[in-house]
């Protein structure tokens, strides 16, 4: 009986799934050796959908990168975020992102690196036109490499429609090059009680249940359910986000996630589907993903008011269509659950434009920025030494998909510039961020994007800048430094070598700040003046001179 359900299940899923991933062009491999992935297109990330394929490159930087396919260079990058960077319109309506090069090909790094110089930034934007870098399928374009936000040498490979913009799964093309047997795996299932309508085994808030389930699950009202669950591929031991989600009760299906195509404006809504690692299969409000599909008339939420067994079942597929499936029973049982309590709370509704204003805190939400109605556990915090009160607007940050205004009163003003105030976020553990802001009248005001703790703070503390292992830049041809900045972040540096400007890049994943000498424009073997000055979001300069020889 089981066998024929699962039989009828991969029937109902297969055709759709498909159907919608199915490339019309072909692509090429970027690299001439065997491809592995240590990352798939739409896995989650805390604020964003990983937008495209992570290639492995055996451990190593300096891997001949290849064109795809045919087209042009349409952009060459170099940022912080990214490192070095290529965006190649293809023939086919495709755009490919190159992301961490290590190095480009001549003629383009010379003309990076003459760009650097003359503009005096590390980061560069070149936007070519059609006819200036034609490339060819299998043609090399650059060296892949580990710049930019990588915690290793891999390629990143995005893949967008050039018209609408839209970033869609590459994988698709390059099925056949790599093996999958591997099903995806479901490794616990949360319940969402609606507050004030549902509750789970005398519970209303949040509860997760480890796979497998033992015992009974009871519920009544109104519910939502998601589930924490990763794909693995052949070959690798990496976990990969998990193409179709499905979920079904008593054999109808009442959601449907296939990661498979989303805008750069859709992608923060990951925190409207999304709880930490568990993604949700209902939708909020707010939550216009496309990806997303709900069957009934509650957008995916669940009422239970029959005292009986209900069967679920979570079908999860990744693109190759190894399927895994995962059948629970919920028990309907009523149970009394308890009104939300709104007195002294806000109460925030998503199709309205919300004002909030407390002793010293303004905060004004544009209509349509939450992704749901929500009831605050907003609380100050008084402390009468400090720059200002600290303003809890929720116990666990709620994020909003646009900003809005916060202002913040400045109580005691310690010190006299005001440029050095800035609004700090709380977290969970206590650890500040610096949302910057700007002194107004009395207050600080700057935009946010979520709904937690907020106060202002002071930083007079310049960054603090290290030079490593000096005596060894003349052999490895690398000036390093280590930059340390507590409080908020580092806004602007500038290195000079003898006076003159050199483009120092800021590895912003290990804070150092490099430039790797060039021996045409730095004279070997004899001493240089290396300066390196870094200043902070406060507007706080930290600086360091030294005599070396390079
Ligand atoms: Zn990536």
Redesign the pocket.
Known sequence: MKYIFVIILLFLFTPLAYSQTKPSTAFVSPFDFPLLMS?NFGELRTDHF?S?L?FKTQGISGKKLFSIGEGYISRILVTHGSGYMLHVRYNNGYTAIY?HLSRFVSPIAERVEDDQYKNETWEVLIIPDSIEYPVHSGQQIAWSGNTGYSFGP?L?LDLFETESGDYVDALPFYKHLIEDTCAPVLQSIMFFPRSGKGIVNGKEERQAFTLPITGCIETWGVIGIGVKAYDYMDETTNRYGVHTVSLLIDNKEIFRSVVDRFSTEESRMIYSWTYHSYMKSFMEPGNKLRMLQTFNDQNGLITIDEERDYQFTYVLKDLYGNTSIYPFTVRGKPQPFTQPDYKNKFYLERDKMNSLSEPGLELHIPKGSLYDNVLLNNEILLDSGAVSFTYQLNDEPIPMHTYGDLYVGVRNKIVADSAKYYIARIGKNGKTTSLGGKYENGFMKTQVRELGTFTVRVDTVPPQIKEINPRQWKNTGKIIFKVEEKETDIAAYRGTIDGKYVPFAWEIVTNRIVYPVNPHKIKKGVKHTVELSVTDTCGNKGKIMMDVIL
Do not use: E, I
Request: no cysteine; proline share 0%; net charge neutral.
């Open positions: 990352g990983h495209g992570d992301r891999h990143h």
